[in-house]
């Protein structure tokens, strides 16, 4: 009995190993698009298959923009800066929302911030949007759920090359699938995204991961502490609810028509957006920067930020079928539930502390 026990031992321990380098790759995938369009409401209960793909996408993003930036020894300025280039990507080369008229009717000069073949008010909605839900918030709740492999790779060189086909090839199938039958909902048009605009697109993500490479090269200096004290879970919670609630203002008004805002440039809305994003990362760089700043403190960041998402995509499922607007009430109910779970474990015994968010 001894015996075959010592001899099943490398087996069991090789199978734990190889979960413990699964699970968060598994669980950072499967995260990004629930917290981006699930909970939002773009993906409904009918169409819940379409996870599978954008998981490719999604996912897949934001598992190589972590992998790089942890690889570096960096922080979420770097996963913030790489998750814009990837939101850039996403709304200009892969879905092209930005660029397509007929999704903003009335569409072309008609709508409220078209002009030059661009929304500007909703791909500047959309960039922070996504960067944010899409690739920041997911990679440090997948790292506060494995606070043991925060600060490994989770990758080897051969995975990496993996993961990079699988989104390339994914975000190929998510672009064909959108253009031939997914934007066809919003009505048939013949307009076609001029090429040039997907190559300038192309180029400002070229130019935006070269800089961020080039600029963050060295590993990350200690940040020095501030002597003030962090606020409370539940303030930097409501903190992260109220701005990212505020921001889907900036989402509604880019499906205005223009003569329902006369005499107003879209330059404002997009002018005090930017303004709102700059105030919160102050804010958060300032909170984070402090001695007593803890996963608790990220995950209500994270909580409040994915409750604004659920409370403002409710304006994206007000149209939908009665099954779908029972679904995300589902949805929600189950993330709600789980996020109180976690804060709860959060709770007991500290987890080792990883680097502060605002200078990380």
């Given amino acids: 009995m001894a015996n075959r026990k010592t001899q099943s031992d490398p087996i069991m321990t090789g199978s734990i190993t190889r979960w413990r380098k699964v699970a968060p790759m598994a669980v950072l995938i499967f995260i990004s698009p ?13 169409k819940i298959w379409l ?30 800066l790489l998750g814009i280039a990837y939101a850039i990507a996403e709304e200009c080369v892969i879905l092209q929302t930005s660029l397509t008229p007929q999704v903003f009717p009335p569409a072309f000069t008609a ?46 060189q051969r995975g990496l090359v993996i993961a990079a086909v699988i989104f390339l090839l ?15 909902h919003y009505g048939s048009s013949t307009y076609h995204v001029p090429p040039a605009f997907i190559g300038i697109a192309l180029v400002v993500i070229a130019v935006l991961i070269g800089t961020v490479m080039l600029f963050f090269k060295q590993p990350l200096h200690p940040v020095q502490k501030s002597n003030r004290r962090a606020w409370s879970p539940w303030l930097v919670g409501l903190m992260a609810f109220g701005h990212g609630l505020a921001w889907f203002i900036l989402i509604v008004l ?17 002018g005090i957006g930017l303004a709102w994003v700059g105030l919160g990362l102050i804010v958060v760089s300032a909170l984070s920067n402090t001695p007593d700043w803890q996963d608790r403190h ?7 930020a994915s409750l604004a998402s659920m409370l403002g995509g409710v304006l994206v499922i007000l149209s939908a079928s009665t099954i779908d607007q029972i679904g995300k009430a589902a949805f929600d109910l189950i993330a709600i539930v789980l996020f109180i779970l976690l804060v709860r474990r959060l709770r007991q015994p500290i987890h080792t502390p990883i680097r502060p968010i605002g200078g990380s």
């Fill in 254 to 270: 880019a499906y205005m028509p223009a003569v329902s805002l006369p005499g107003v440039s879209p330059l404002v809305p997009i």
């Fill in 170 to 184: 994914s975000s190929i199938g998510v672009w064909r699938l959108w253009t031939t039958v997914g934007v066809q």
């Fill in 111 to 156: 709508n409220f911030g078209w002009a030059w073949g661009v929304q500007w008010i909703y791909l500047t909605a959309l960039v922070w949007y996504e960067s944010v839900f899409a690739i920041v918030l997911p990679i440090y709740l997948t790292e506060i759920l494995f606070p043991k492999q925060r600060d490994e790779p989770w990758l080897s």
């Fill in 34 to 46: 629930v917290l981006t369009e699930l909970l939002m409401g773009s993906v409904q209960l009918s």
């Fill in 298 to 304: 990220r995950l209500a960041m994270i909580f409040g």
């Fill in 51 to 80: 996870l599978v793909p954008m998981m490719g996408v999604y996912g897949f993003a934001a598992l190589l923009i972590r992998e790089v930036v942890r690889r570096r020894r960096r922080g979420w300025g770097m996963i913030l």
